[in-house]
T-cell receptor, first 119, second 115 residues
C-alpha cells in the first residue's frame, strides 16, 4: 500500500518570501500521479498543482512549483512571493493509475502541513 | 465558485435522526466520491461511484448509505449515527478515462455534528 508522509506539521513564512513544504511517499509502482491540495479555513480542498510521475519536468503553476525527485520519492512544493491568502493547510496526495490494480480511485493523503503567512 | 456543491454546509443531528447530505457536480464528470475528514486523521475515502455504479466501499458502517441517482448527484444518507461520526464530509468528482489517474475536485464540505 502506498503511504504519504509530510514531516512538517507547521511552517511559517514572511509575506513575499519563499517557503518549501516537504512530502515523501512510498510506492512500488512506476507510474502514478502526485498532487498538492490546499485547504483554507473555508475547508474546501483546492487543487494547487499536479505531477505525472512519467514526466521529468517539474510542474509549475504561477507562484507554485514542485521539486519532483522520483528516485528519492520526494515531492516538495515551493511557494514563491508568499501572500496572506496562501495561509492554509497543505496536503500532499498520491494516486495510482487505473491499470495498476488495487484501489485506483483512491487519493492517499498525507497528514498535512499548516502554513502561516506573517505580514 | 466551486464546480462541486454540497448541502447543507452544517448539520447537527441526534443519534436517532435520519438526515441526508447532498452533492452536485457541474463539471460533467463521470465519477463521484465521499471522503471523511476527522480531526487529526488523514482524509478517508468512504465511497466511489463510477458511471453511477458503486465501485468502492471502504468498510464503511451501514449507518452510512450512499445513493447516486445520476452522474451529477450523490447523496449520503445518515441514520442512527454515533458522536464519533462527527466530522467534515467532503464530496468530490473526477473524469475517469482509460488508465489516466485524473484530478479529483472537491466540494466545500458538510460539517456534521452528532449529539
Amino acid at each position: 500500500a502506498q503511504t504519504v508522509t509530510q514531516s512538517q506539521p507547521e511552517m511559517s513564512v514572511q509575506e513575499a518570501e519563499t517557503v518549501t513544504l516537504s512530502c515523501t511517499y512510498d510506492t512500488s509502482e512506476s507510474d502514478y500521479y502526485l498532487f498538492w491540495y490546499k485547504q483554507p479555513p473555508s475547508r474546501q480542498m483546492i487543487l494547487v498543482i499536479r505531477q505525472e510521475a512519467y514526466k521529468q519536468q517539474n510542474a509549475t503553476e504561477n507562484r507554485f512549483s514542485v521539486n519532483f525527485q522520483k528516485a528519492a520519492k520526494s515531492f516538495s512544493l515551493k511557494i514563491s512571493d508568499s501572500q496572506l491568502g496562501d495561509a492554509a493547510m497543505y496536503f500532499c496526495a498520491y494516486r495510482s493509475p487505473h491499470h495498476s490494480g488495487g484501489s485506483n480511485y483512491k487519493l492517499t493523503f498525507g497528514k498535512g502541513t499548516l502554513l502561516t503567512v506573517n505580514p | 465558485e466551486t464546480g462541486v456543491t454540497q448541502t447543507p454546509r452544517h448539520l447537527v443531528m441526534g443519534m436517532t435522526n435520519k438526515k441526508s447530505l447532498k452533492c452536485e457536480q457541474h463539471l460533467g464528470h463521470n465519477a463521484m466520491y465521499w471522503y471523511k475528514q476527522s480531526a487529526k486523521k488523514p482524509l478517508e475515502l468512504m465511497f466511489v461511484y463510477s458511471l453511477e455504479e458503486r465501485v468502492e466501499n471502504n468498510s464503511v458502517p451501514s449507518r452510512f448509505s450512499p445513493e447516486c441517482p445520476n452522474s451529477s448527484h450523490l447523496f449520503l444518507h445518515l441514520h442512527t449515527l454515533q458522536p464519533e461520526d462527527s466530522a467534515l464530509y467532503l464530496c468530490a468528482s473526477s473524469q475517469e478515462e482509460g488508465s489516466v489517474g485524473n484530478t479529483i475536485y472537491f466540494g466545500e464540505g458538510s460539517w456534521l455534528t452528532v449529539v
